[in-house]
């Protein structure tokens, strides 16, 4: 059964700074590129951070480059947002994504998201 499950989210103050986790099971998880998207209220799912399964070169949504890192352990089967220097603006669910294209078959799942709010 695959599953991803979110924690770290929360209610924190501007400037604060935050950790999610993304712990899976299920599937064979260092062959999956990892991302992280969030969606606040009223607006699409956008993708925030992205690393592939060899944890190489990292990508970012443009507003949160330097203040966001995306990490991973295949060891523990975990992926990480670190969220650091936190506005009001990214206040919204934030999910973890996993995705695998192969050649014949592409896999893709989600986790149930965390909640994240930036607020004084």
């Known amino acids: 059964q695959v599953q991803l499950v979110e924690t770290g989210g929360g209610l924190v103050q501007p400037g604060g700074s935050l950790r999610l986790s993304c712990a899976a099971s299920?599937?064979?998880?260092?062959?999956?590129?990892m991302s992280w998207y969030r969606q606040a209220p009223g607006k699409e799912r956008e993708l925030v951070a992205t690393i592939p399964s060899t944890g190489g070169n990292t990508n970012y949504l443009d507003s949160v480059k330097g203040r966001f890192t995306i990490s991973r352990d295949n060891v523990k089967r975990t992926v990480y947002l670190r969220m650091n220097s936190l506005k009001p603006d990214v206040t919204a669910v934030y999910y973890c994504n996993a995705l695998m294209r192969g050649v014949f078959v592409t896999r893709n799942y989600w986790g149930q998201g965390t909640q994240v709010t930036v607020s004084s």
């Open positions: 299920g599937f064979p998880f260092d062959n999956y590129a």
